[in-house]
């Protein structure tokens, strides 16, 4: 039993059309389901990946335009790292960032291994970064992406949490989750962070952790921040095998949640992030054609009856032209 990486990253939006432009025009990913969030019907869900929609590509955010901007402390997911392969690729994504005025710290080399990394901000100042894959990383690209197919992004390379203490995460990830300690380096501002991986290891299966004990603790996720990561399992009886390790000694994880596309089980952290884990499948061809992902509103089958209402209380997402750079 061994969760195999990154299954998909959930942040908050303020702006549901301004997000879709973003994401599928400026960092052409494929908008691969429109649905809502189940425990909120009144928000959307929207997840953007692949061609496909697979595992380990689907970066999601909830819509919640009234609930504030997020506030850095720790207890965070505070950085999401996404696949490109090359130098050339980051040299690509440098000047189109340029091009749309989106904020960026440059191409740096970052651990042992000195990978390069393009950190940059989307518009409402979600924290991301292109991470050299090495061509690690596997994905089908959008075939109508406006990202050439040899600069696309090709899904999660690593996520960084923000804490106060390590050694109790540490211990969780590596005794009941199964990751190892594999590296560690400085950000520029000289913060030590120890890199875990899981499966594999590399590309897709890392989570990075940097400490800052000086830094409130926030709970609260608002706009520009990410609600929570999700760990891949293959099939349904390692997903109840994972529910049953982790409820003999966190209490905080929840029963298995169906969520039509895949099933669930929460929990957090000792240091207080919100952790999933996901099955594989079904996926979300399940309920629409490969051809025509992301283009209707899809709802799991136990909200279909409810879909008039939900509907009616969901903003429009409208066309936002980002062929004129963002201000």
């Not at 406006?146 to 992004?153: D, G, Q």
């Not at 921040?225 to 293959?234: N, S």
């Amino acid at each position: 039993m061994q969760l195999s990486g990154i299954h998909h990253v959930t942040a908050v939006t303020g702006n549901a059309s301004r997000n879709v432009a973003f994401y599928t025009q400026v960092l052409g990913m494929r908008l691969t389901k429109k649905t809502v969030n189940q425990d909120d019907v009144s928000a959307y869900h929207l997840f953007y990946g692949d061609e496909l929609g697979r595992p380990g590509t689907d970066l999601t955010f909830f819509d919640w335009p009234d609930t504030g901007y997020h506030r850095p402390g720790t207890g965070t997911i505070s950085t999401i790292s996404l696949g490109v392969t090359g130098r050339d690729a980051l040299n690509w994504w440098e000047k189109r960032f340029n091009d749309f005025n989106i904020s960026h710290d440059g191409i740096q080399k970052r651990g042992t291994n000195e990978r390069l990394v393009l950190p940059f901000r989307d518009p409402e100042g979600q924290r991301l970064e292109l991470v050299d894959d090495a061509g690690k990383l596997e994905s089908t690209p959008w075939r109508k992406s406006p990202v050439l197919v040899e600069m696309a992004i090709h899904g999660f390379y690593a996520v960084r949490l923000t804490l106060s203490k390590l050694e109790p995460s540490a211990r969780f990830l590596t005794e009941i989750l199964g990751f190892r300690r594999a590296d560690t380096y400085q950000t520029p501002e000289q913060t030590s962070v120890t890199v875990f991986e899981v499966g594999s290891g590399g590309p897709g299966a890392e989570v990075h952790v940097e400490i800052h004990p000086e830094w409130p603790f926030h709970r609260f996720v608002g706009i520009g921040g990410v609600h929570h990561v999700a760990f891949r399992t293959p099939n349904e009886e390692e997903h109840r095998q994972w529910r049953d390790k982790i409820a003999k000694v966190n209490p905080t994880v929840t029963p298995v949640i169906d969520r039509f596309y895949f099933h669930s089980i929460y929990f957090r952290e000792p240091g207080g992030v919100l952790f999933e884990i996901a099955t594989d499948g079904p996926g979300f061809a399940v309920d629409e054609d490969v051809a025509t992902l992301g283009e209707r509103l899809s709802l799991p089958p136990f909200l279909e009856q409810e879909r008039q209402v939900i509907e009616a209380h969901l903003r429009p997402i409208t066309p936002v032209d980002l062929t004129v750079p963002l201000k």
